[in-house]
């Protein structure tokens, strides 16, 4: 196995009461084991608990001339400075004494969202990620993040 470990930023924390709106911006949430953030929509018993997209994705939005502001795809946790199509399910997240574990890369859109019909496009499908709650804790508007790279490698058939 090989471990790696990268470091970004929180510049947004994001929550909605219900489903299927733009978030609206906190300057800290609780994430709660097993469970996501506390009084978010989004937070239950699955595999979706918490939701990340990098600023630099929103920025892309942005070029393409759309005022949408962190919260605005529906992430629970905007990110900077972290590639986050890269990580791979299993990988794991630090941010303060939080941990959470990639359960999902992208997602399938089923019905397109206002951004999309906006814009002919949406990069949360294809850039956000989702993940579980492996231990909570208060997350804050500027806190770190690392991340936990833990791949297998196959060489020549044999797993190392």
Same mark, same amino acid.
């Given at each position: ?54 600023? *630099?994705? +929103?920025?892309?939005?942005?070029? #393409? =001339?759309?005022? @949408?502001?962190? $919260?605005?795809?529906?992430?629970? !946790? ?48 294809? *850039?956000? +990620?989702?993940?579980?709650?492996? #231990? =909570?804790?208060? @997350?804050?508007? $500027?806190?770190?993040?690392?991340? !936990? ?12």
């Amino acid at each position: 196995m090989t471990k790696n470990e990268s470091k970004g930023r929180v510049v947004a924390l994001n929550i909605s009461k219900k489903k299927g709106i733009p978030k609206t911006n906190m300057k800290q949430v609780i994430l709660a084991e097993n469970f996501g953030i506390q009084g978010d929509a989004h937070a239950g018993d699955w595999h979706r608990q918490v939701s990340l997209l990098a600023i *630099e994705s +929103i920025e892309k939005m942005r070029e #393409k =001339g759309l005022r @949408v502001r962190p $919260g605005a795809f529906a992430e629970n !946790v905007t990110t900077e400075y972290l590639n986050l199509p890269q990580l791979f399910i299993g990988d794991k997240i630090i941010i303060g004494e939080s941990i959470l574990e990639i359960t999902q890369i992208g997602k399938e859109c089923h019905s397109k969202c206002a951004i999309y019909y906006q814009a002919g496009d949406c990069v949360m499908p294809r *850039e956000g +990620i989702f993940a579980r709650v492996l #231990k =909570g804790g208060i @997350v804050k508007i $500027g806190d770190e993040i690392g991340i !936990v790279a833990v791949r297998k490698i196959i060489i020549a058939g044999v797993l190392k």
